[in-house]
């Protein structure tokens, strides 16, 4: 991390040397502008605030609206966004941050550093991920333009955290600081599209944001951030949770854009001239992540039994149509984080073992209930299939189908009625080991420790990931957490897959990511 500072550092000098030429350079400009394109979403948002949501639904949709002081490129790497410029003080305790002039909020209100504050006090108060902050001391704004962050200690991985958009600091008006957890009902940013209607279940539309600045220290989109325009005049995100309406949708073009086509669509499609067809390797992890506050689950010794009986070829063939590949644990073998710690958990489909661990266990036939939902087929299939395996060594697994947001409402909010909430993991892994492992603890470990405590084994590698001062001494961590969290079955990651999104030929400039971008995106007619 400490060698990713130092391109974080020098990229923010090159910008701000850099940013008088701005007016010589051939920044992007529109190849078309106008139309209404519309996106098949293939599941419902639970919100649009952002700051309190970790779905990939609200994502999509909701990193079109809002921006924060840093994001990542299209590689991945920390740059600079609202921030102008950001300096670290020589003992790694002190973020000074200049914020770019002219920035305007979609009321038209201008953007200043109080809001700036307000918008890090509201996620201190109710982030999804306000551990990012534990470190931090405090915050101020000395005047209008500068931001800046006091550290309690040095943490080498800070602005790693900081930049990631999984659920990020986005910035918002300073009256909406009290604003309760998921109830920005009519979200205000400061990015390249606003919010005109949101009608849930049905469709949410956006619009050019007309008093948009585009970020001069960049000559085009990269990332979630670099020189962004909105050339379309509005931008409508229709849920579509039936695979094959998208792919009737994108067909016929009712729809422009899909986020998901399902495998078996793909050989007519690839036909089809008017259509493009967009893969993404490593999509997402899929996973079941287990309620441990929750009898009988609250038992290692049953949740070691079920991850004994898991056939993860079996599930993952379900869940991708066969379009997918095993992995063991939280990152892809391509990253540089990828660590294979806790193999010997992983793919067992051991009966015999699993009665062992069920006969230890004393367990006497309670429910194993299996949150799940249809808007993501692969987690109903995953579940489906989990259900029948556990089933064959004599678990009582139950199915419990709800809606996508429903789902994560229960998962987050409550500790009862459920054992295993299904889901994907897939912009944390991008992001690299940090982002997905501060899953694991609170305030929204999603294994759901007893009395919200965490594991203190879990923590304490958590803290090496983030405080040890050499990369190696970090990775050592991260290959710790991941075996303990494997060893103890704080998760039950299946395996990975490839999504495949798609748009008619007549749209230009949209490019894969792990959230659809639409600036930068034009259509002709």
């Known amino acids: 991390m400490r060698r990713l500072m130092m391109t974080v550092l020098t990229g923010v000098g090159l910008a701000a040397t850099m940013a008088p030429l701005a007016a010589y350079a051939a ?97 201190n108060k109710v982030g999804n991920q306000r551990s990012t902050l534990d470190n931090v001391k405090s915050w101020d704004a000395p005047d209008p333009m500068t931001f800046v962050l006091h550290m309690k200690v040095a943490q080498p991985t800070f602005i790693e955290a900081l930049s990631s958009f999984s659920v990020p600091i986005v910035i918002i008006p300073a009256e909406d600081r009290d604003v309760p957890a998921q109830q920005l009902t009519h979200p205000v940013g400061t990015g390249p599209f606003q919010l005109v209607e949101s009608v849930p279940g049905s469709f949410v539309k956006l619009k050019r944001y007309d008093g948009y600045q585009p970020n001069t220290s960049f000559e085009n989109r990269t990332g979630f951030g670099g020189y962004k325009v909105a050339c379309l005049d509005t931008v409508t995100f229709r849920i579509v949770t039936e695979p094959g309406a998208r792919v009737a949708g994108l067909k016929t073009g009712e729809l422009q854009g899909v986020e998901d086509l399902p495998t078996k669509s793909l050989p007519e499609l690839k036909k089809d001239t008017n259509v493009t067809i967009l893969p993404l390797n490593n999509w997402w992890i899929q996973i079941a992540n287990p309620n441990t506050s929750f009898p009988p689950t609250d038992n290692p010794l049953v949740r070691k039994a079920i991850q004994a009986a898991l056939d993860m070829d079996e599930i993952m063939d379900a869940a991708s149509d066969g379009n997918y590949k095993l992995n063991v644990g939280f990152q892809y073998p391509n990253q540089p984080d990828y660590t294979d710690a806790g193999k010997e958990t992983y793919n067992l489909h051991n009966a015999d073992l699993a009665k062992k661990y069920l006969a230890e266990a004393g367990y006497k036939g309670e429910p194993v209930i299996l949150l799940t939902n249809k808007d993501y087929p692969p987690m109903y299939n995953s579940a489906l299939v989990m259900q029948q395996q556990l089933q064959a060594v004599g678990i009582n697994a139950q199915m419990k189908v709800v809606d996508w947001p429903t789902s994560v409402q229960m998962m987050l909010n409550t500790t009862e009625g459920w054992n295993f909430h299904f889901t994907g993991w897939g912009t944390q892994p991008a992001l690299g080991a940090l982002a997905t492992m501060q899953f694991m603890v609170q305030p929204n470990a999603t294994y759901k420790p007893k009395g919200g405590v965490d594991d203190p084994e879990v923590l304490a590698a958590w803290r090496g990931m983030n405080d040890l001062p050499t990369a190696e001494g970090r990775q050592a961590s991260y290959a710790k957490m991941q075996q303990l969290v494997l060893d103890k079955v704080y998760a039950i990651p299946f395996g990975s897959f490839t999504k495949v999104q798609g748009v008619r030929s007549n749209v230009g400039g949209f490019v894969p990511f792990r959230i659809p971008r639409f600036a930068n995106v034009w259509m002709t007619h």
């Open 27 to 123: 920044p992007f400009k529109c190849p078309a502008t106008g139309g209404d394109l519309v996106f098949g979403q293939e599941a419902n948002i639970n919100t649009l605030d952002q700051m309190t949501s970790s779905t990939i639904s609200t994502r999509n949709i909701a990193m079109n609206i809002y921006e924060a002081l840093m994001t990542r490129d299209e590689n991945n790497h920390p740059i600079l966004d609202l921030a102008a410029s950001m300096t670290e003080s020589p003992d790694h305790l002190t973020y000074t941050f200049k914020l770019r002039p002219n920035i305007h909020f979609h009321n038209g209100k201008a953007m200043t550093s109080a809001d700036v504050v307000a918008s890090f006090d509201r996620y």
